[in-house]
T-cell receptor
Framework: AQSVTQLGSHVSVSEGALVLLRCNYS??????LFWYVQYPNQGLQLLLK??????LVKGINGFEAEFKKSETSFHLTKPSAHMSDAAEYFC?????????????FGTGTSLTVIP | DAGVTQSPTHLIKTRGQQVTLRCSPI?????VSWYQQVLGQGPQFIFQ???????GRGNFPDRFSARQFPNYSSELNVNALLLGDSALYLC???????????FGPGTRLTVL
């Protein structure tokens, strides 16, 4: 079975500082990995995804993540935090089921950006 | 193009009642999944439907059921509501052959 662990339920950074949100996964098969962002009272928006190929994945809003198989990690980074980045971030791993795929989500990391 | 839509936006029920939540996928998407997100936690998988057939089920009691219609829209039904069913219920759709899921804004269910 697949699972995701997000280290740090709350992360605070200063505006302009590096953002690093940690995600480790467990998967018995090659994983598909995703980062989603959730703003208050809204659904989930896809930031980026890793399926196959290049291990450094670039997403929207300046975010990127690197798939490291040896470390079973998929950490999310952004060089310079912006106030609008304050939100809840979820890492997810996909379990391919025949014609469908079930997502397993982490418990989320709440990002606060300090002006 | 319209994204995934869900109705209603908010819902308040009392214990023991039944509720039906509705979801319309993105046009062309044939797969719909339902997730429950309890406050402070990540979404938990409930069901997945593809071409009107159940293709996956999470660890939820039989009080939870769903179906998908010929136009690929879907309903989630929850019977005999418990206080613990209070959550944001998210619907996601996916295009055949692609991995990513697109989420709707959710339905906030409060059980009193």
């Amino acid at each position: 079975a697949q699972s995701v662990t997000q280290l740090g339920s709350h992360v605070s950074v200063s505006e302009g500082a590096l953002v690093l949100l940690r995600c480790n996964y467990s998967s018995s098969v090659p994983p598909y990995l995703f980062w989603y962002v959730q703003y208050p009272n809204q659904g989930l928006q896809l930031l980026l995804k890793y399926t196959t190929g290049a291990t450094l994945v670039k997403g929207i809003n300046g975010f990127e993540a690197e798939f490291k198989k040896s470390e079973t990690s998929f950490h999310l980074t952004k060089p310079s935090a912006h106030m609008s980045d304050a939100a809840e971030y979820f890492c997810a791993v996909s379990d391919q089921l025949r014609t469908g795929n079930q997502f397993y989500f982490g418990t989320g990391t709440s990002l606060t950006v300090i002006p | 193009d319209a994204g995934v839509t869900q109705s209603p936006t908010h819902l308040i029920k009392t214990r023991g009642q039944q509720v039906t939540l509705r979801c319309s996928p993105i046009s062309g998407h044939k797969s719909v999944s339902w997730y429950q997100q309890v406050l402070g936690q990540g979404p938990q998988f409930i069901f997945q439907y593809y071409e009107k057939e159940e293709r996956g089920r999470g660890n939820f009691p039989d009080r939870f059921s769903a179906r998908q219609f010929p136009n690929y829209s879907s309903e989630l039904n929850v019977n005999a509501l418990l206080l613990g069913d209070s959550a944001l219920y998210l619907c996601a759709s996916r295009m055949t052959g692609l991995n990513e899921q697109f989420f709707g804004p959710g339905t906030r269910l409060t059980v009193l």
